[in-house]
């Protein structure tokens, strides 16, 4: 078999190596956000840097035992006592297209907004411009904007806020600003989400757009294990009843009205 | 449909709660361990509490493509590229109780050694002594130590440093340590391996032994969202081939000698 | 590397090859049953013996949409529009040692039954009538037998009554029929369920106890594919509402009574 | 919460219906493959159309332990002895887009290009023409045809002989065959593989595209609990090694080659 290449990580008899950095030296000085950096990023973030991956990993760390992660992963850990990492991975799948997804589409909408400004040396409101334009005419949505309930969200202004104040906000702040602005006049007030923040934010720290899907995982994997450790000590075992009508096919010569 | 409980956290029109705290607050304010913390603690670390699960996150964050996690994410990232969540739970999967259950099982058998000793008054030393005594007749693991390689593991001491020197080393610590040193002399040296070293930490720290497989989940989707994003930007998909010698029978009058 | 060694399957040039037969010659001539039990059990099957594996196959096959397996697929499938295998996989993850595992379990109950009825030379009733005073005195319950409805399961007689007219009946039914009815005596009416029903007709097919378990995945995930199917074609994403009730720490200074 | 709604199945006190069938009704009578297309179909199949079904879910039922799905399923499997569930999930996530995809994306195309025969009213080998054309010049591949070995799938003639056969050959194996006939003369040798036929078959049986994948699901998942029950039964826990190399950043000072 060939062998796997990496530039991650290795180990040798007396020490972990992440990406050349000793895992006991990163144990002793680091934080985990700056090791979840280095991973992903292939060196050490600053503190402005650390701080904003900080604030991202929090902000999508939970959001109760009704969010569709937590949805899925409280009857795995309900109806199995002896594997809770099933649990989790039944709440990492429902982190699909439709439950963070938008993340990782909105880092390509600004890649590609601003890549469309660069090449072809316009601004980059004209970039948006066209885009809001683009996602009108083919009846598609704009990735990380919009809410259910048209408010801001407040996590949104503080990210921007812990950017600039630290002189890390970048393009990819500007493009979704300009993005809003325009949708808000063409469309409707489509305030940007913590999908469209945080897409923006990590296209500036010079992130690639997988890693808008891969960050939401990272932090939300803290909440769904705080979800699991709460079914398993709070709650019986199979305790979970989903309220279920049936309107399909009746029984041959069976008079029931279906409701169970 | 009876409502779901939680006491982990809620959202309103304006905010989330995490235990009580507002989500910008800990954005604006927290590291993600302190909310890692926060979320299964039910209250905020110590700066030296935060330490510790920094450097316990850290420590089982990566192990190369070849750790049995990464190993089972990366065929699935080689296979899927639509769905990187899909890749991610895979490798979460493979954290079962061969690879990495001793962190949980080492919680336990530190929380039933301990409770032995205050029930039956006596020494951690001889409830140590009765543990492994017990081990050795039923022909048991002491779940936390040994390695592969006799060598020990240089995560170990750096915990158990980071613990005494912030006063937070406790009966967890001074347990695990008593029974490797009784291993040592009843059985053969073993050391106490990253799970044992966590246990007594964690432990001490006062999570439940179930956090003992969580933390290991948390800190290594870490790595596994690295191997998977390498995966997809270094490796074509359908690139894994595993050689495979198939030893079954043979099909009716094929002479075949099964070597594929 | 080392190969992986297989005595399953394996392809060359022209054809797959299953347990030494041509995959086109069973695609021609086998039901998908037959090949079940070829892959699981080295040999094809009998008529009586593919009857009764069918029988099973069926029996475990769905539940509705509010089985805990069910329920995990679901919210998956609401979350994520382009990876069905996502959800399917997380209703898998269900089907852990609460939901289904008790088929697993009865069939090693079983064996270590028949274990002791042989190894001392006691008839199968004296084995099972000690098994049941064993889990009487340690509290255990008898897996495979017992309904939150103490009525029973009419599947069970349906697969005895198949097993016994093709004189495929062995020692399994024997002695689970032996423990049903020394534990309606010394304990209370304590019907075979489905779980204690396959497992006893598999022991008698001759498979092993983790069959009892990945027979009732193969079957359901059946179930689980019509699942994911109805929830992509009759629901929009995303329409899934869990109500939650919020009783942890409050906001400081907040009064809101957490009904959310 | 609103109740979920569902036309697959319910049950009641005494018996379990599939789309008003009689569980018991369906053990004693039906086979297993019957049932899937029940669930499915929402009627049953005709003896034809379940021998059609039972060859395609025997035709991908399984591949070897190097098949993708199987390569992530073992992994799992080697390092979690007490989930078994979690080794068959993490092979039906490797069932993505890449592994298989190609059902499900061949019966769009299918449908996509029928479509337009008819709303256009063309012959289906004109609409067969423009669909290959439309792939040339948009650089796209055709799912459903072609091999890395350019040899006809042996399982391909067999479905469509049966189909024909059996008078449930349609305009999906006649689209499929003038797509294939055109790509030879267009591009070049592309045969039909499993994925295209399956694709052709389950449309020609009235299915809809989602069902290309999910039949996939259905049948090798008996293929993955065989492969991890002997991985259980064979191989010692932990026992995978992958070999990797590492070249990535080398350790500061540190001169190894980075062989591992």
């Not at 934080?31 to 991956?53: C, I, K, M, N, Y």
Request: charged share 20%; net charge negative.
């Amino acid at each position: 078999m060939e062998s796997w290449k990496t530039a991650i990580s290795y180990s040798d008899e007396d020490q972990i190596w992440i990406r050349g950095q000793a895992m006991t030296s990163l144990m002793a000085n680091a934080s985990f956000t700056e090791v979840v950096f280095l991973l992903h990023h292939g060196r050490a973030p600053s503190q402005d840097e650390r701080r904003l991956l900080d604030a991202i990993l929090i902000g999508v760390s939970d959001h109760g035992p009704g969010s569709p992660s937590a949805a899925a992963s409280r009857p795995v850990a309900s109806a199995s006592r002896q594997a809770p990492e099933a649990a989790v991975a039944a709440g990492v799948l429902a982190i699909g297209d439709m439950h963070a997804g938008a993340g990782a589409a909105c880092m390509e909408m600004i890649e590609a907004g601003l890549g469309m400004a660069h090449r072809e040396s316009i601004g980059i409101a004209e970039a948006a411009h066209r885009v809001v334009v683009d996602a009108i005419q083919k009846k598609k949505r704009l990735p990380g904007l919009g809410h259910r309930i048209h408010k801001e969200d407040p996590r949104t202004p503080l990210l921007f806020d812990i950017a600039r104040s630290s002189k890390l906000a970048g393009e990819g702040i500007e493009f979704i600003t300009a993005v809003e602005s325009i949708a808000r006049e063409l469309i409707k007030p489509l305030p940007i989400n913590i999908d469209g923040a945080l897409a923006a934010v990590l296209h500036d720290l010079g992130f690639p757009p997988l890693f808008g899907k891969l960050v939401f995982i990272i932090g939300r994997v803290a909440g769904l294990t705080a979800q699991v450790m709460e079914e398993y000590t709070r709650e019986r075992p199979m305790r979970i009843r989903i309220p279920v009508d049936y309107d399909g096919i009746q029984p041959n010569g069976n008079g029931t009205n279906g409701q169970h």
